[in-house]
């Protein structure tokens, strides 16, 4: 059974709307992400927790928002989208501490669309 | 963070073993070094580990130079399902499990 979800899986969006991508994991991790990956390149980090109530911004931040309500459920808000946000988000989980602290655990992607 | 190099792309045929290399000159003493692999409309999953000489798992072997500036993935028995991005990533764990991710290694596996 899947341990990191996302929803939605695809989303079509307009230009200055407010899109939120939600990601539940049921690993018991402390540390959460959100990466964005654009065609043919690798993840970018946007923004990581390390637990409920926590965010912290990634190496590409401007343009979103991350909420961490509960240790299961980490958001990426963005408030006005924009068709330079069209691309494959992942979120993933892992535990950030031990012999194999980055080891995480994604989930399937959502697909965005800004239009 | 040490600056990662992989070839951007590989070919092999199913049967055969396939080693996928990685320079990172610049890796500090606090570094490990981690191989993920995204198949199609997947995330990435997590293959190996290691922080120096030689570590095997279930699905991989990783060998590690002695001056820890190069790396080697070794798949053995590619099948059409190891066909994938392969992606080397240096990092310490003063950052809590940040990835940082490159372009990867391309592997296309023939039949």
């Known amino acids: 059974e899947a341990a990191v979800t996302q929803s939605p899986r695809n989303k079509v969006a307009v230009t200055g709307g407010k899109v939120t991508l939600s990601c539940n994991q049921t690993?018991?991790?402390?540390?959460m992400y959100w990466y964005r990956q654009d065609t043919g390149h690798g993840l970018r980090l946007i923004h990581y927790?390390?637990?409920?109530?926590?965010?912290e911004k990634g190496d590409i931040p401007d343009g979103y928002k991350a909420s961490r309500p509960s240790q299961e459920n980490f958001s990426l808000i963005l408030e006005l989208a924009t068709p330079s946000q069209t691309s494959v988000y992942f979120c993933?989980?892992?535990?950030?501490?031990?012999?194999?602290?980055?080891?995480?655990?994604f989930g399937p992607g959502t697909r965005l669309t800004v239009l | 963070l040490a600056k990662t190099t992989q070839p951007p792309s590989m070919e092999a045929y199913e049967g055969q073993e396939v080693n996928v290399s990685c320079s990172h000159t610049?890796?500090?003493?606090?570094?490990?070094i981690y191989w993920y692999r995204q198949v199609p409309h997947q995330g990435p999953q997590f293959i190996i580990q290691?922080?120096?000489d030689y570590v095997v798992n279930e699905v991989a072997s990783l060998f590690i130079s002695a001056d820890r500036k190069l790396s080697t993935l070794s798949l053995p028995w590619v099948s059409l399902r190891d066909a994938a991005v392969y992606y080397c990533?240096?990092?310490?764990?003063?950052?809590?499990?940040?990835?940082?991710f490159g372009d990867g290694t391309v592997l296309t596996v023939k039949p």
């Open positions: 993933a989980s892992g535990e950030g501490t031990g012999e194999n602290y980055a080891e995480q655990f």
């Open positions: 690993n018991n991790h402390n540390n």
């Open positions: 927790s390390y637990g409920a109530g926590s965010t």
């Open positions: 610049n890796i500090a003493t606090s570094e490990y």
């Open positions: 290691g922080y120096k």
């Open positions: 990533i240096v990092t310490d764990g003063a950052n809590t499990g940040k990835l940082t």
